[in-house]
């Protein structure tokens, strides 16, 4: 079972982090040979004074 984490800056749109989600769900289930339903994404957004 695939766990991909991915960080972003608060405030995204939440349409665009669906479609992430799900394009980067069939990548990782494509290129690991394993069912979509298998793979786990992890988004975490974070304040924008924590990037550098």
């Known amino acids: ?3 991909v984490n991915i960080d ?3 405030g995204q749109d939440p349409k665009q982090i669906k479609a992430l989600v ?3 769900t069939q990548a990782i ?3 690991a040979a394993v069912p979509e339903e298998r793979v786990h994404i ?3 957004e ?3 004074e ?3």
């Open 46 to 48: 974070h304040d924008e």
């Open 1 to 3: 079972m695939p766990i």
């Open 42 to 44: 992890i988004v975490n």
């Open 29 to 31: 289930a494509k290129n």
């Open 50 to 52: 924590h990037f550098n």
């Open 22 to 24: 799900a394009d980067v």
């Open 8 to 10: 972003l800056r608060e």
